[in-house]
């Protein structure tokens, strides 16, 4: 290909570039924006352990530790920013409290996102909520440090029973899941 | 061998500090101010050493015009994938401040890593050995070494991150290494700069997985290599046309096309997708170890299966593939349906219902899913 043509073919591109720039500016609120860049050799935050504690009695079922005698609890981790949190709390005095440590394995010091910690909980937060089990969490905010090589920070999602609640609920209202979503930002 | 070997001394030592020492002091303006001296010290000893030495680099404008071909492509592709796979939010600082302090803190490193790679080469233009050892410093150099057993903690973990992390990254010194080679600085550092710079100006960029990651990692290196490099023979050689037809990248396009169309088929972006038949429970219909292409369906498709049909559900956190022996209705008048493993004695314990049904099995593909099986196994 001759110079010329190879010319006119990178001003091609570069106007394509340019438009695919306009078009992603115009349409930012309808694209499909799924979280938080996770793993790079520079960005690396990631949820490194959940450990819980409830006052139910422990037994160990299968390689995993279940609560008896207060239902079930149960964590997962599902990515780097993300966890689901389930428990089943029969009467009012039983209550989970899951300890969370957030690493920081990257290069770069971060600080937890505006819009911080999220709950799929709608109830969170909420005067006078109904559920029979509430979801809480202690210890993180919006602007946090968590700093590179290694910083770690700390803090705790409790499941209780709600103490509204005076009637005997259903099963299926003693047992709760949440799924919590972590963001993390670059420390300005 | 003398002037590299003081570099590749310089190099080693560099990973060795930011390895064991720098990582764990924490030092306050470490990016900012340190790791660029640092650098800026590096590149200053290696340009110092190579001073006596030459590259020269033929077709310089022809080669330069093809390599920005060739990465604007990439870019156009790159972005285009996340209106598939979605884009995700980079976390970096968007204030122009917080801009330029990146670019000056991870973008200059990757300059004056290449002022020194090109002083390496041309100091021993001639020696392979010298070509493999910039490769592997290179690669360590552009390595995280924090936590880095924990990438290997078991199977999975080990495997994902060396196909996304580690793979990606010998390639990337590999391409880097030819491209300086063939053209000098000037081309690493163009290949550097866009790669490495859009997650720092832009504020969202695709939402790749692990695979995705892996297959740009390993087909972007191979792509601008191919296309080099039938530039750099056509401008170095003297070739018969018969010859340079060889080293044509129009050749490799079917290669390339394949390799994009297998990688959607894999991962499910068309309508069928193939499945690793993980167990025996729909003997003798098909087996463990075998392939089933599922045709994903949409809910009109969904309320027309009936029974007979083989499905592939979620139940639980697995997906499972049975035969629908029955349908009925729940309290609401939703459709759920029975189902059973051709090879079990008993019915499903839970029943389907339509939002839980993925796709229907269209064929099966004997034996093909058994290195699936055999990583899976591994793996647990």
């Keep these: 290909m001759e110079a010329r043509h190879k010319n006119i073919l990178i001003m091609a591109l570069i106007a394509i570039v340019l438009i695919m720039a306009v078009g992603y500016a115009a349409f930012t609120t309808t694209l499909t924006i799924n979280g938080t860049a996770e793993i790079s050799t520079k960005w690396d935050i990631h949820i490194k352990s959940i450990t819980p504690s409830a006052t139910a009695t422990a037994t160990t079922q299968g390689g995993e530790t279940v609560y008896t005698s207060a239902g079930s609890i149960k964590h997962t981790i599902k990515d780097n920013y993300t966890a689901e949190f389930e428990a089943v709390l029969l009467s009012p005095s039983e209550y989970v409290t899951y300890t969370v440590v957030v690493e920081n394995s990257g290069t770069i010091n971060a600080k937890v996102a505006p819009n911080g910690i999220t709950f799929s909980d709608a109830t969170m937060g909420t005067t006078n909520p109904t559920d029979a089990i509430l979801f809480t969490y202690e210890g993180i905010a919006p602007g946090d440090q968590l700093n590179a090589n290694g910083g770690t920070d700390t803090f705790t999602v409790t499941a209780t029973y709600n103490p509204a609640i005076t009637s005997q609920p259903s099963a299926a209202q003693l047992e709760k899941s949440v799924t919590m979503t972590l963001n993390y930002i670059q420390t300005a | ?380």
């Design chain 2, 1 to 380: 061998m003398k002037k590299n070997f003081i570099i590749y001394s310089l190099l080693i030592g560099y990973v060795l500090l930011d390895t064991f020492v720098f990582s764990s002091l924490n030092l306050p303006y470490y990016n900012e101010i340190i790791n660029p001296a640092l650098w800026i010290m590096m590149c200053g000893i290696s340009i110092y050493l190579s001073q006596d030495s030459s590259l020269r680099v033929k077709g310089e404008k022809d080669k330069t015009q093809s390599l920005l071909i060739v990465l604007i492509i990439y870019i156009i592709i790159y972005f285009l994938l996340g209106l598939i796979f979605g884009f995700e939010r980079t976390p970096y600082s968007k204030e122009i401040f917080g801009i330029l302090k990146n670019l000056w803190s991870f973008i200059g490193i990757l300059f004056f890593q290449e002022f020194i790679r090109e002083a390496l080469i041309k100091n021993e233009k001639k020696k392979k050995i010298n070509y493999i050892l910039i490769v592997i410093v290179f690669t360590l150099l552009n390595m995280n070494f924090y936590n880095f057993a924990n990438h290997f903690a078991d199977l999975q973990t080990s495997f994902t991150y060396t196909s996304s992390v580690i793979i990606p990254t010998i390639l990337e010194s590999a391409i880097l290494t030819y491209l300086v080679y063939i053209g000098g600085v000037k081309f690493s550092i163009i290949y550097r700069a866009f790669v490495a710079i859009p997650p720092f100006i832009v504020p969202i960029i695709p939402d790749l997985d692990w695979f995705g990651l892996a297959l740009v990692g390993v087909v972007l290196p191979l792509a601008v290599y191919v296309y080099m490099n039938y530039v750099h023979v056509n401008r170095t050689e003297r070739l018969s046309k018969r010859e340079r037809r060889k080293y044509n990248p129009a050749v490799y396009v079917p290669v390339f096309a394949f390799i994009a169309l297998l990688a959607g088929f894999v991962i499910g972006l068309f309508k069928y997708q193939p499945i690793a038949v993980m167990s025996g429970s729909m003997s003798p219909t098909f087996n463990r170890g075998d392939a089933v292409v599922i045709k994903k369906l949409d809910t009109q498709d969904k309320n027309e299966l009936e029974v007979g049909d083989i499905i592939q559900f979620v139940s639980g956190t697995k997906y499972v593939i049975h035969r629908i022996v029955d349908v009925t209705n729940d309290d609401y008048g939703n459709k759920l349906f029975i189902t059973k493993g051709d090879h079990n004695n008993t019915i499903d314990i839970d029943k389907v219902h339509l939002e839980n049904v993925k796709g229907k099995v269209t064929f099966v593909v004997p034996f093909i899913g058994y290195p699936s099986v055999w990583l899976s196994g591994a793996i647990s």
